[in-house]
């Protein structure tokens, strides 16, 4: 069965840094991945997706993650971060074929201090 | 509405009560989903509805209910809950064709006393 871990549960960075969200996959193959935040209260929003091809994509609010097949990773990253980022993101796994079955990372909570 | 809604938003219960919650996606998908969003637990999926047969029930306690009459619309009736069942519970759907995303509801907070 396939499997997300990230690393990191929370994270504190300043406004107008950069930011990396590390998440790690298991997987026999290279799987469906994708990043959502979730604002408190709130649902899961999608950032972004990679399904196959280009290993760089770009999401919403300025975002973009990188597929790394030799580390089994999609880290996600913003060049600059606003205080409206704060929010809880999730990375998650979803396998080929059929409904999507995702697997969910258990998040990271991201703080934006001035 | 557009996108994927929920109501209602919030929802507090007594252990003997019963209560649906309701799902609607204006989205013309084929799968819908229903997760619970306990704090510091990753997300659980709980149903998976495709085409509108159940096709994923992963070991949910009974007193927990999906109901999904159409493919628009989605419904977790519930009875008897326990206050372990407190949560966020969240529905989703997507298309049923493999490559594709899952679109989020806000949730229901769900209290049981």
């Known amino acids: 069965a396939q499997s997300v871990t990230q690393p990191d549960i929370h994270i504190t960075v300043s406004e107008g840094a950069s930011l990396e969200l590390r998440c790690n996959y298991s997987y026999g193959a290279t799987p469906y991945l994708f990043w959502y935040v979730q604002s408190p209260g709130q649902g899961l929003q999608l950032l972004l997706k990679?399904?196959?091809?280009?290993?760089l994509v770009q999401g919403i609010k300025g975002f973009e993650a990188e597929f790394k097949r030799s580390q089994s990773s999609f880290n996600l990253r913003k060049p600059s971060v606003h205080w409206s980022d704060a929010a809880e993101y999730f990375c998650?796994?979803?396998?080929?074929?059929?409904?999507?079955?995702?697997?969910f990372g258990t998040g990271t909570k991201l703080q934006v201090i001035p | 509405e557009t996108g994927v809604t929920q109501t209602p938003r919030h929802l507090v219960m007594g252990m003997t009560n019963k209560k649906s919650l309701k799902c609607e996606q204006h989205?013309?998908?084929?799968?819908m989903y229903w997760y619970k969003q306990s704090a510091k637990k990753p997300l659980e999926l709980m149903f998976v509805?495709?085409?509108?047969?159940?096709?994923e029930n992963n070991s949910v306690p009974s007193r927990f209910s999906p109901e999904c009459p159409n493919s628009s619309h989605l419904f977790l009736h519930l009875h008897t809950l326990q206050p372990e069942d407190s949560a966020l519970y969240l529905c989703?759907?997507?298309?049923?064709?493999?490559?594709?995303?899952?679109?989020f509801g806000p949730g229901t907070r769900l209290t049981v006393t």
């Open positions: 990679y399904f196959s091809g280009d290993t």
């Open positions: 989205l013309g998908h084929n799968a």
């Open positions: 998650a796994v979803g396998l080929p074929g059929g409904y999507q079955k995702v697997t």
């Open positions: 989703a759907s997507s298309q049923d064709s493999g490559r594709r995303e899952q679109y």
């Open positions: 509805y495709s085409l509108e047969e159940r096709v």
